[in-house]
């Protein structure tokens, strides 16, 4: 069953992704934010015959995965998810938070075919996995500034995400590095290159 776990993923994620583009809340927004959920789905389909990461890996990459293409379907500030609010005690939805949280999980695998491949060391690799996610974080809130201003209206406010928060942008930086540390922190206790 195991051998199989990262085509189930591909299966699963696949029919998701076809469900988030029936009826999507607003269908611009859809297509930016699927844009790069597609990419990097294609990358690890075209790229598996060559290179396998772990079902860990596969696992965590997965998470940001379905929660981009839910969020791209409702749009990161609709997504049904009322009751985390009320349990949190806020007003905001953190859905978009949790998502930018499981960025965060790619430091996992980038560790783990850096240390497969013999590129680094292990110290090496774990800043370099941790380095990478703050420049993807600190990327993408600046092409969701320029998105947000061609876009303008009501597109570039949903696709932007920040419900309000003048400190959005910079605390979604946070929560990717914080699910960076998170995703080293369980690599480095897991050690499977140790294992490989």
Do not use: C
């Amino acid at each position: 069953m195991k051998h199989y776990f990262p085509q189930g993923l591909a299966l699963g994620l696949f029919l998701l992704m076809v469900w988030s583009g029936i009826n999507p809340a607003m269908f611009d927004v859809w297509v930016a934010e699927m844009i790069p959920v597609v990419a990097i789905y294609l990358l690890l389909v075209f790229t598996y015959p060559k290179f396998q990461f772990s079902n860990t890996s596969y696992a965590l990459m997965s998470v940001w995965l379905i929660m981009h293409t839910i969020g791209a379907h409702y749009t990161f500030a609709n997504v049904p998810f009322e009751w985390f609010t009320e349990w949190w005690g806020g007003e905001r939805n953190h859905f978009d938070r949790i998502a930018h949280f499981s960025v965060g999980f790619y430091a996992y695998p980038m560790v783990e075919l850096l240390l497969k491949k013999k590129w680094a060391v292990p110290v090496t690799a774990g800043f370099f996995g941790l380095f990478l996610i703050m420049s993807v974080a600190a990327g993408y809130e600046i092409i969701e500034w320029w998105y947000a201003d061609l876009a303008g209206g009501d597109a570039g406010i949903e696709f932007l995400g920040s419900q309000g928060d003048i400190w959005d942008a910079q605390k979604d930086m946070l929560a990717d590095t914080l699910g960076a540390i998170a995703a080293l922190v369980l690599y480095f206790l897991k050690r499977p290159d140790r294992r490989a």
